[in-house]
T-cell receptor, first 118, second 116 residues
Framework: AQTVTQSQPEMSVQEAETVTLSCTYD???????LFWYKQPPSRQMILVIR??????QNATENRFSVNFQKAAKSFSLKISDSQLGDAAMYFC???????????????FGAGTQVVVTP | NAGVTQTPKFRVLKTGQSMTLLCAQD?????MYWYRQDPGMGLRLIHY???????AKGEVPDGYNVSRLKKQNFLLGLESAAPSQTSVYFC???????????????FGPGTRLTVT
């Protein structure tokens, strides 16, 4: 079974600065998907960014980008120009592409709380 | 589009009581999932469904049952609630074509359940 580890329970960043959240995972599969989800105080889970393992190019969505290191099984999220609205819990998640493995089940890390200070 | 909705948003149960959480989606998604979220543990899969009339166990299924009688609805039942089931419950759905991996999961707003 795959495991996802987020070793930073909390990260603090000043507005307009950059913060990087780390995520490592363990898998024996060669193809899979990785995600970062944001959960603000409203509890709503919001997809931030997705990375397909077969793509070497790192995914980018506006101020959010990832550093995907497949050999190291590392998937970090960089938030640039941080805004107060970025304050939330961020979850890293893994999804197998194997159709026999829970049909798209997401394996989540424990989460990293991002605090943004003015 | 309402997306994924969950009923109720909050609930307090006494130990031994039963209840059903309702999840509804209006996106014609094939796949639906129930997760629970506990502090420091992220979300864990309870049960899931790959189509109307089919369900399967996830990572932490004990104490829960599910049903998918209609494609748009996925019900999670607690027959005899226990304090260990105090958690936030999330429903999710995703589009998928039979035989191929599903796409991103869309989440409901969650239900906070407290069992005393």
């Amino acid at each position: 079974a795959q495991t996802v580890t987020q070793s930073q329970p909390e990260m603090s960043v000043q507005e307009a600065e950059t913060v990087t959240l780390s995520c490592t995972y363990d898998t024996s599969e060669s193809d899979y998907y990785l995600f970062w989800y944001k959960q603000p105080p409203s509890r709503q889970m919001i997809l931030v960014i997705r990375q397909e393992a077969y793509k070497q190019q790192n995914a980018t969505e506006n101020r959010f980008s990832v550093n995907f290191q497949k050999a190291a099984k590392s998937f970090s999220l960089k938030i640039s120009d941080s805004q107060l609205g970025d304050a939330a819990m961020y979850f890293c998640a893994y999804r197998s592409v194997m159709t026999t493995d829970s049909w798209g089940k997401l394996q989540f890390g424990a989460g990293t709380q991002v605090v943004v200070t003015p | 589009n309402a997306g994924v909705t969950q009923t109720p948003k909050f609930r307090v149960l006494k130990t031994g009581q039963s209840m059903t959480l309702l999840c509804a989606q209006d996106m014609n998604h094939e796949y639906m999932y129930w997760y629970r979220q506990d502090p420091g543990m992220g979300l864990r899969l309870i049960h899931y469904s790959v189509g109307e009339g089919t369900t399967a166990k996830g990572e932490v299924p004990d104490g829960y049952n599910v049903s998918r009688l209609k494609k748009q609805n996925f019900l999670l039942g607690l027959e005899s609630a226990a304090p260990s089931q105090t958690s936030v419950y999330f429903c999710a759905s995703s589009y998928g074509i039979s035989g191929t991996p599903p796409y991103e999961q869309y989440f409901g707003p969650g239900t906070r359940l407290t069992v005393t």
